[in-house]
């Protein structure tokens, strides 16, 4: 693809090969990406916190009818919906001096590989500004509580360097912030702070009006819990 970036058509290509040009076979990697997105987060939750907790969490996500018709589309974006909750995951467990530094390092790496297969830099972006809120809102102090910020900082800049330089037609094109295809968007006008709300009011429907008090409980914390 020259316009998108490849994950979502490597899957439904290895789809079709395996079973054939069918809708299934078209639909089956976004609902792939969507289910392992739901197992990995009712896992980490239950890590961290309880089952109680765990289950709360995966009913919210599978009745946000947002995720759910993006995990029924063959054009979705589950999968950079499963990179980043890899990414959250890494940075979740080492936020609680998790001693698998193993386990916390493999979900970073592949955290961040599936979020550039399937968004780009766009996703890569998202997964550094988390990295670094994590320590922040903790007010970290230690190095070792800022590494995976700092390298995943890193890792986008390199990314960054390489996708803006090569050529926009070629195979780093496909992962550029901005597409030839949607390359207008919304104009200046209405790129303001009552789209950002109204985007992620719509994105987190019927459960946007618990995101504030998710949000204010976690800042005024003194730690996660």
Known sequence: SLSLPPLEIWGISVAYHAFGYTEFATRLPGALFGFLTLWIL????????????????????????????????????????????????????????????????ASLIAGLLIAFLAKGLFAVLVAAV????????????????????????????VLTLVVQDASSS????????????????????????????????????????LYLFALASVIFSKQLQ
């Open 170 to 209: 070629g195979f780093w094109g496909q992962f550029r912030f901005t597409q030839k295809l949607f390359s207008s968007g919304p104009d200046a006008y209405q790129m303001n702070f009552d789209l950002i709300v109204n985007q992620i009011g719509f994105g987190s429907f019927p459960w946007s009006p």
């Open 42 to 105: 009712v896992l980490v939750v239950r890590r961290v916190w309880d089952t109680r907790v765990a289950l709360a969490s995966g009913c919210v996500l599978l009745t946000t009818p947002l995720f759910y018709a993006q995990a029924m589309s063959a054009v979705g974006e589950t999968g950079a919906m499963l990179g980043l909750t890899l990414v959250a995951m890494g940075l979740v467990l080492r936020s609680r001096n998790e001693r698998q530094t193993s386990l916390i390092w």
């Open 130 to 157: 988390l990295a670094f809120s994590i320590p922040a809102i903790q007010g970290a102090r230690t190095r070792s509580a800022w590494t995976p910020a700092v390298v995943i900082g890193l890792v986008f800049g």
